[in-house]
């Protein structure tokens, strides 16, 4: 919340993606489509995994909360850039974009590290199978999970706080379609030195700790496979893993484009489009990438539909 101590702007403008008229209705229907297509694919895939008892798995356990994640994750961020569509100015107040921040930040860090779960999960379902239940039991499943969104609330607080402690004197127009950490340090008129150190710091182990994670278990699960002596077994090994790995591809190389690189090198048009990736297009792809890609999804969406028809 503003205060006098700490800002003398209450209120900022969201420039949004364009500013060229003749683009904001067709962008606005584009982007409308795109949201609908994640809300459906998303609660989709989680009711479908609280439907049906057999995928009350480890695995499905993470990839619920992950369709959880992209569900509340498209709904901070989507709404807001639809009105700069449609409305002459996109207006939030300083509370609600420090709390669209807030939940931004959130929802990213959690979805990097249920990335780095999912990896450590299919790496002990592919290395030591027959242990694999009791390894990855409810109570580890459950600790993973508290991890998960204990980084979130530490990577959003780091970045809300530090985003908070900057006096906006006057220009009060943000350079993007939601309230995100760079374009919001552009607009403070006092040094942003530290913030800037925060932001690469706090982004380098919300990335660097996941990628790490995950390069060794998929590094692991590799040598793993190639021990596999049958072509089947290789192959459905192969399958179980390249979902995640393009959804891991998508988050992290957009993410780390947009973070990991000084405003200098990076201008904030290109960031927008970058941007879009891991906020839209991501959340978007999940449940369809896990649900084309998956056998077990197939069936139970299958099964699901066979009961509502015969019911």
């Given at each position: 919340?503003?205060?006098?101590?700490?800002?003398?702007?209450?209120?900022?403008?969201?420039?949004?993606?364009?500013?060229?008229?003749?683009?904001?209705?067709?962008?606005?229907?584009?982007?409308?489509?795109?949201?609908?297509?994640?809300?459906?694919?998303?609660?989709?895939?989680?009711?479908?995994?609280?439907?049906?008892?057999?995928?009350?798995?480890?695995?499905?356990?993470?990839?619920?909360?992950?369709?959880?994640?992209?569900?509340?994750?498209?709904?901070?961020?989507?709404?807001?850039?639809?009105?700069?569509?449609?409305?002459?100015?996109?207006?939030?107040?300083?509370?609600?974009?420090?709390?669209?921040?807030?939940?931004?930040?959130?929802?990213?860090?959690?979805?990097?590290?249920?990335?780095?779960?999912?990896?450590?999960?299919?790496?002990?379902?592919?290395f030591n199978p027959l242990v694999y239940m009791v390894t990855m039991s409810p109570q580890v499943c459950f600790l993973l999970l508290l991890g998960v969104y204990g980084m979130g609330f530490a990577g959003a607080m780091a970045?809300?706080g530090s985003i908070m402690s900057l006096t906006f004197c006057a220009g009060n127009l943000v350079n993007h379609f939601m309230c995100d950490i760079l374009p919001l340090l552009e607009l403070s008129c006092n040094s942003t030195?530290?913030?800037?150190?925060?932001?690469?710091?706090?982004?380098?182990?919300?990335?660097?700790?996941?990628?790490?994670?995950?390069?060794?278990?998929?590094?692991?699960?590799?040598?793993?496979?190639?021990?596999?002596?049958?072509?089947?077994?290789?192959?459905?090994?192969?399958?179980?893993?390249?979902?995640?790995?393009?959804?891991?591809?998508?988050?992290?190389?957009?993410?780390?484009?947009?973070?990991?690189?000084?405003?200098?090198?990076?201008?904030?048009?290109?960031?927008?489009?970058?941007?879009?990736?891991?906020?839209?297009?991501?959340?978007?792809?999940?449940?369809?990438?896990?649900?084309?890609?998956?056998?077990?999804?197939?069936?139970?969406?299958?099964?699901?539909?066979?009961?509502?028809?015969?019911?």
């Amino acid at each position: 919340m503003a205060t006098k101590n700490s800002s003398s702007v209450t209120e900022f403008i969201l420039a949004g993606l364009t500013d060229q008229p003749g683009l904001r209705i067709p962008l606005f229907f584009l982007f409308l489509g795109f949201y609908m297509v994640t809300m459906m694919g998303n609660l989709g895939l989680i009711m479908l995994i609280g439907l049906n008892s057999h995928l009350h798995t480890p695995m499905y356990f993470f990839l619920f909360n992950l369709s959880l994640i992209d569900f509340c994750y498209s709904t901070t961020i989507t709404p807001k850039m639809l009105m700069s569509f449609i409305s002459k100015k996109n207006i939030i107040l300083h509370s609600g974009c420090m709390t669209q921040l807030f939940f931004f930040c959130f929802f990213v860090v959690s979805e990097s590290f249920i990335l780095s779960a999912m990896a450590y999960d299919r790496y002990v379902a592919i290395f030591n199978p027959l242990v694999y239940m009791v390894t990855m039991s409810p109570q580890v499943c459950f600790l993973l999970l508290l991890g998960v969104y204990g980084m979130g609330f530490a990577g959003a607080m780091a970045h809300t706080g530090s985003i908070m402690s900057l006096t906006f004197c006057a220009g009060n127009l943000v350079n993007h379609f939601m309230c995100d950490i760079l374009p919001l340090l552009e607009l403070s008129c006092n040094s942003t030195y530290v913030n800037e150190l925060v932001v690469f710091i706090v982004v380098a182990i919300d990335i660097g700790m996941p990628i790490v994670t995950i390069f060794i278990s998929y590094a692991l699960i590799l040598s793993s496979i190639l021990h596999i002596r049958s072509t089947d077994g290789r192959s459905k090994a192969f399958s179980t893993c390249s979902s995640h790995m393009i959804v891991v591809c998508l988050f992290f190389g957009s993410g780390a484009f947009m973070y990991l690189k000084p405003p200098s090198i990076l201008p904030l048009d290109q960031g927008k489009v970058s941007s879009l990736f891991y906020t839209i297009v991501v959340p978007m792809l999940n449940p369809l990438i896990y649900s084309l890609r998956n056998k077990d999804v197939k069936i139970a969406l299958r099964k699901t539909w066979d009961k509502k028809i015969f019911s």
